[in-house]
């Protein structure tokens, strides 16, 4: 195996492991939307989220961090759709956000 290899091998392990950090973080924000439309009895629609974006920002704490912004929709009655928003640091949600919505 020469040294090429060696840096390959390298670069498609650590981007394997990027991968599968990312959808350890992406079921951890699932979870908690579903937690979260079960705590307020709205639905949950599609079961999914999806990764809204990505930046790096000033934390609370004085760091610097990577935020992730995971969108899902919930329904209360039925009819209408209404966005809400899981913001995470790492695996660690840092806020969420629910649109109003008619109960």
Known sequence: MTLEDSIILIVLAFI??????????RERAFRYAQELCEKHDVQLLDQSIGLA???FQRLTRGGWGLVRQ?????SSTGEHRYAGRIYMVG?????????AFRE
């Open 91 to 99: 695996k660690t949600i840092q806020h969420f956000e629910m649109d």
């Open 70 to 74: 995971y969108q899902f929709e919930f």
């Open 53 to 55: 974006s990505i930046r």
């Open 16 to 25: 394997c492991w990027v991968f599968w950090q990312q959808l350890a973080i």
